[in-house]
């Protein structure tokens, strides 16, 4: 059972990125998907959801409108595009999977907004 990130790294204020999560060992399309981040010095926060069958979205006030969720259930995968970014988006970026008992996070990928 394993959730992996990628995608993150630097980008310009304004600019764009790109975050997947890939899932094994478990029937991802059965489980509710979301994006989570972790600023330096502050708690965890959530930021996107997305129901198994990717019919409905939700996103944090911080990041409607900039921030979209999608998944590809054939794919096993999770999706955050991320564009007109911002300093404040700097953070660790977590994808976490849940379904009945199960609650599933993955190890992160790094997002800084700077110039």
């Known amino acids: 059972v394993q959730l992996v990130e990628s995608g993150g790294g630097l980008a310009q204020p304004g600019g764009s990125l790109r975050l997947s999560c890939a899932a094994s060992?478990?029937?991802?399309?059965?489980?509710?998907m979301s994006w989570a981040r972790q600023a330096p010095g502050k708690g965890l926060e959530w930021v996107s959801g997305?129901?198994?069958?990717?019919?409905?979205?939700y996103y944090a006030e911080s990041v409607k409108g900039r921030f979209t969720i999608s998944r590809d259930n054939a794919k096993n995968t999770l999706y955050l595009q991320m564009n007109s970014l911002k300093p404040e988006d700097t953070a660790l970026y977590y994808c976490?999977?849940?379904?009945?008992?199960?609650?599933?996070w993955g190890q992160g990928t790094q997002v800084t907004v700077s110039s």
């Open positions: 976490n999977a849940r379904y009945r008992n199960d609650d599933i």
């Open positions: 060992g478990f029937t991802f399309s059965n489980y509710a």
């Open positions: 997305i129901y198994h069958n990717g019919g409905t979205t």
